[in-house]
């Protein structure tokens, strides 16, 4: 078993390597095997479905850029996760100031016939990308990457403090909201 | 994760598959060789400060003015300092001249007293021989 997965992790590095060589079909892969992570991470952060696409192709065209600087698959998916994160954070900054509802935000509201349990996922969904862009990173990383704290605060350059008292801030505020 | 808003979350927050053919799109888009959008400014009025050429000539010329005010601040201390020593030396000179201007006039008494005295006793001297 752990011989199978040496030999995984061994053959991703070949892949990043050959990407790193400029190798097209490498670089493909690494699309394909990531484009989950860095996808939902969007998704989540913006209940957006074009907003979420637009910033996941902008991640991977960065990484493009800067496969080379990438040592290893661990290395990748930090960076996957931190890039996704800060530009969340930048776009819903830049989107505050616009302030223009989305289109899916507004069609998840009224789905009619949905089972109970995935309208209680979408409001949640809903709940989640309302929140300040900083708590909605942090619930992001935690709740969909099951990161602990002083994992987010790597990926985000923050003080593991700053980061346990955003979850904390987030959950009161999430709970309140679904209180009400 | 005992919290059952916390399973709630994880179960609402669990990874998503892009729309289909997500990684052909970003491949188009890196065969056309499209760079990353730059990112979104937060200050669209003042963002041309932050280009490159000029964000170097700004570094450069808020340090030169922090150079300046610190210079000037400095400068002024210093002035300060002198002023205040200055006006405590004169205090000084100006006490110490009250003192010997004391002690002077203290023994110009004591002086005056003693030929005073010598004169008292002269004059008795002739009184007596008369």
Redo the contacts between chains.
Sequence with gaps: MAQAEAVALESQDGELARAAGGD?EA??EL??RH???V??IA??FFAD?AV??DL???????L??SIGSIESESHLVFWLRQVTSR?CI??A??QE?RRHPSLDQVAEQGAPGAPP?LL???R??RL?AGLPEKLRAV??LR??E?MNPSEIAAALGWPVNSVKSCLHRA?RM??DR?ED | MDDPIERRLKQALAPTDPPEGFAQRVMARVARGEAPRPEPSHWPLFGWLLAPAWRTALAGALACLLLLTVGLAYREHRLRLQAEAERARAEQAREELILALRITGVQLNRARNIVLRQMDFRRQQENVRQ
């Design positions: 097209p670089f493909a699309v394909r484009q989950r992570l996808y939902s998704w989540h479905r979420a696409e996941s192709q902008e991640v991977f065209l960065q493009f850029q530009k930048d776009h900054r830049w100031k349990d209680e996922n979408a949640l969904r989640v619930v992001v709740f969909q099951e959950l999430l709970r679904m």
